[in-house]
C-alpha cells in the first residue's frame, strides 16, 4: 500500500483543485476527491501502465458526470454558500471586475474541463485529450470556444460596482 | 514571419503560444507574427491573464496540507463498506439503521476483529436526526449542573463518562440523553454554538480495542466523524463543514484519551 501512497498522494492537491473548480464547495469537492481515490486503489491492479496523473483526472472527471447525471446538480446547504463566498473572493472580483469562477461555472462542462485541465493543471494537449477520451483535435476545439467565451464573460462590464464585496449571508 | 519556419500561424499556434507549448523557433515565428497582428496580440495576452488569474484563484486549496481522511493509507487500510454518501431519505436511512443493528448484534459474539463502525455512525446520524430538531427537550438531562449530567450518564452506563469541554471549538454544552443500543446503552451529548449550530457526540461500548482513523462520513448535509479508542466508539455529528467538525472529533479525542491516561 505504501508504493500506492507514495505515488498517488502527490496527484492530491491538484486533483482537490480540480475538483473544487468544478464543484465549488469543498466539502463536495473533497467527497469527489475521496470517491475518486477509493476507486483508484480498487481500479489499481487492473490499471495499465501509462500517465497515472490522466488516469486519476479521468477517474475524478467520471465520477463528477456521474454525479452530475444522477443528482441534476449537487445540492449545496446554504452554510456552504456562505463558506465558499467567505474562502476566497477573487481579489479583481472585489475591485469591480468579475469572479473568473463564475464564467468558468458558465462554461459547457466539457470546455470547462478542457480549459481547466490546460490552463490550471498544465496538461499537454495530448494528456487532456487522455483525460477527456475524445481526438486532440477535439481538445483543440474546445479550448478555443472556451477561451472565446471566457474572453467575452470578462471583458462584460460587471453587473454591479459598489464599494462592498459580494454579499456574504 | 522567419525564413526558418514558413508556415502560416493558426489558431493551434496561438493556445500552444499561451499555454507555452511551442518550440523556441516557432514561438519566435509566432511572437513576430504577433507583433504585426495586434487584435491576435491582444486575446493573447487576455487568455494569458485569465490564465493567471484562474490559478491565482485555485491556488489555495492546493497549497493546503492534504486532508487526514484523504491519505491512501486512511483510505486503503482495512476496512469495510462505507456509509453510503447520499441517503434517499430518512426511512431508507431507518432501515439501515435496522440492517446495521442487526448485523452488529449477530457479529458481536461471532468476528473477531473491531466491529464495523458504520452502523454506529448510522445510529448517530439516525439520532442527531431526530433530536437536534426537538425545540423542547433536545436533552434529558440539561447542562446547568455538569456534574450530576456526568454522574447521571455514568451511574447509568456503569462507567465514568467523560463530556468533553467544546468551547474553544466555538460550542456549549447543552445536555445529554441515552439512547438504546444493543446490549448497552449508548450516551448521546448535545452541545451548540451562537449561531444555533447543533452538535452531537455519540459514544457507546462494545468494540474491541485498538485506535482507529477518523472516518469521515456525509449523508446529505448532514456531517460525521467516527473512529474507535479503546473500546469506545464515538461520532461527532453536525451541519457544518468538515475542516470545523474534524477540529472538534480532535478536541473530543485528545480530552477522552487524556482524561482515561490521567485516570490510570
Known amino acids: 500500500m505504501d508504493d500506492l501512497a507514495v505515488l498517488i498522494e502527490p496527484q492530491i492537491p491538484a486533483l482537490r483543485r480540480y475538483a473544487n473548480a468544478l464543484l465549488r464547495q469543498r466539502e463536495a469537492a473533497d467527497d469527489l476527491v475521496q470517491d475518486t481515490l477509493e476507486r483508484a486503489i480498487r481500479a489499481w491492479p487492473q490499471r495499465r501502465d501509462g500517465d497515472l496523473r490522466a488516469w486519476l483526472f479521468a ?8 454525479g452530475v447525471r444522477r443528482r441534476r446538480g449537487i445540492e449545496v446547504g446554504p452554510e456552504a454558500l456562505a463558506e465558499v463566498a467567505e474562502a476566497g473572493v477573487d481579489p479583481e472580483a472585489a475591485m469591480g471586475a468579475r469572479d473568473v469562477l463564475d464564467g468558468i461555472a458558465a462554461l459547457p462542462e466539457e470546455q470547462r474541463s478542457v480549459l481547466l485541465l490546460v490552463a490550471v493543471e498544465d496538461m499537454s494537449y495530448a494528456e487532456v485529450a487522455t483525460v477527456l477520451a475524445v481526438p486532440i483535435g477535439t481538445v483543440m476545439s474546445r479550448l478555443s ?25 | ?36 497582428h495586434p487584435e491576435a496580440a491582444a486575446r493573447v495576452a487576455a487568455d494569458r491573464e485569465m490564465r493567471d488569474r484562474l490559478r491565482a484563484r485555485l491556488a489555495s486549496v492546493a497549497d493546503e496540507p492534504i486532508p487526514a ?73 440539561r447542562a446547568d449542573g455538569s456534574t450530576d449530567l456526568v454522574r447521571w450518564l455514568s451511574a447509568r452506563l456503569g462507567r465514568p463518562v467523560t463530556v468533553p469541554d467544546l468551547r474553544a471549538q466555538g460550542f456549549r454544552l447543552m445536555g445529554g440523553r441515552l439512547l438504546p443500543a444493543g446490549d448497552e446503552p449508548a ?6 454554538d ?13 468494540t474491541t480495542g485498538g485506535r482507529g482513523v477518523f472516518r469521515y462520513a456525509r449523508a446529505d448535509d448532514v456531517a460525521a466523524f467516527s473512529w474507535i479508542d479503546a473500546g469506545m466508539s464515538y461520532v461527532v455529528t453536525a451541519r457544518t463543514d468538515e475542516a470545523r467538525l474534524l477540529r472538534v472529533a480532535e478536541a473530543v479525542d485528545a480530552q477522552v484519551s487524556g482524561k482515561r491516561e490521567g485516570a490510570r
Open chain 1, 59 to 66: 477517474i475524478l472527471r467520471n465520477r463528477y458526470l456521474e
Open chain 2, 69 to 141: 481522511h484523504l491519505r491512501i493509507a486512511n483510505l486503503a487500510g482495512p476496512r469495510r463498506r462505507r456509509l453510503p454518501r447520499w441517503w434517499p431519505n430518512a426511512a431508507a436511512a431507518a432501515l439501515l439503521l435496522a440492517l446495521g443493528g442487526a448485523a452488529g448484534w449477530v457479529g458481536r459474539g461471532s468476528v473477531p476483529g473491531p466491529a464495523p463502525a458504520e452502523p454506529m455512525t448510522q445510529a448517530a446520524v439516525s439520532a442527531f436526526r431526530t433530536y437536534v430538531v426537538e425545540a423542547a427537550h433536545p436533552v434529558e438531562v
Open chain 2, 1 to 36: 514571419m522567419t525564413a526558418s519556419d514558413p508556415r502560416p500561424v493558426g489558431e493551434d499556434d496561438l493556445h500552444a503560444f499561451v499555454d507555452g507549448r511551442l518550440d523556441p523557433g516557432r514561438r519566435a515565428a509566432v511572437e513576430a507574427w504577433l507583433v504585426a
Open chain 1, 145 to 169: 470556444r472556451a477561451r472565446g467565451r471566457m474572453r467575452a464573460f470578462l471583458d462584460q462590464a460587471p453587473t454591479i460596482v459598489t464599494g462592498h464585496l459580494r454579499r456574504v449571508k
Open chain 2, 187 to 192: 450516551a448521546m451529548l448535545m452541545y451548540d
Open chain 2, 194 to 206: 451562537d449561531r444555533g449550530t447543533r452538535l452531537t457526540l455519540y459514544s457507546r461500548a462494545g
